[in-house]
């Protein structure tokens, strides 16, 4: 079934700078990538996805690239702010008897610190 | 527009006790239904999905159970937990014979004593 990697675990910047999380997944079929934040206590929250039939998307400071011949996908943060502070999780989509379902990365806890 | 509600928030259960977490979605029909489990500091680990009434999907062996009553309704339940059950639970939804965009419920943290 599908598996899907992320790297690093935690990640600590300084205000301003740019934050960098990847992710690999396992099952060539996957054609969906979604990225969640999540903060302390809460639900995650979808911040940004990517269908593989393009290699990059951008929403103001984030940022996805994909890979498919790889099977990478990472997020960009750029200009990080201390608010960017949560915990964040990568996605894929895996096939199961037809159906959809996803299957999340381990997640990477992002610390910003001004 | 669609909502999903979860409840209830915290729950704190004794070894042995049944357990009952609930599910609702709204505005929308027959949508992919999904419990997660979130141990401290982890990553969120499918326990069940759902593609319709009656039909549930079980990722991993364990002490838990889903069933799905109603079309927006998913029901996750014990018959008698274990320590190692403790973690947040999270339901979430996707559009039916659409592809991702997941969205979760509030999550309920969950306590074994």
């Known amino acids: 079934g599908e598996n899907v990697e992320q790297h690093p675990s935690t990640l600590s910047v300084q205000e301003g700078d740019s934050a960098v999380i990847k992710c690999t997944y396992s099952?060539?079929?996957?054609?969906?990538f979604p990225w969640y934040k999540q903060e302390l206590g809460k639900r995650p929250q979808l911040i940004i996805d990517?269908?593989?039939?393009?290699g990059e998307k951008k929403d103001q400071r984030i940022a996805v690239t994909l890979n498919k011949t790889a099977k990478h996908f990472s997020l960009h943060i750029t200009e990080t702010q201390p608010e960017d502070s949560a915990v964040y999780f990568c996605?894929?989509?895996?096939?199961?008897?037809?159906?959809?379902?996803?299957?999340f990365g381990a997640g990477t806890r992002l610390a910003v610190h001004p | 527009s669609q909502t999903i509600h979860q409840w209830p928030a915290t729950l704190v259960q004794p070894v042995g006790s049944p357990l009952s977490l609930e599910c609702t979605v709204e505005?929308?029909?027959?949508?992919?239904l999904y419990w997660y489990r979130q141990a401290a500091g982890r990553g969120l680990q499918l326990l069940f999905y759902?593609?319709?009434?009656?039909?549930i999907s079980s990722e991993v062996p364990q002490n838990l159970s889903a069933s799905r009553p109603q079309d927006r309704q998913f029901i996750l339940s014990s018959k008698k937990l274990l320590l190692s059950d403790s973690g947040f639970y999270l339901c979430?939804?996707?559009?039916?014979?659409?592809?991702?965009?997941?969205?979760f419920g509030q999550g309920t943290r969950l306590t074994v004593v």
């Open positions: 979430a939804w996707s559009p039916q014979g659409g592809i991702g965009k997941a969205f």
């Open positions: 099952d060539s079929a996957s054609n969906y």
């Open positions: 990517i269908r593989s039939n393009v």
């Open positions: 996605a894929a989509i895996a096939l199961s008897g037809g159906y959809n379902k996803l299957i």
């Open positions: 505005g929308t029909s027959n949508p992919n």
């Open positions: 759902s593609v319709g009434i009656g039909q």
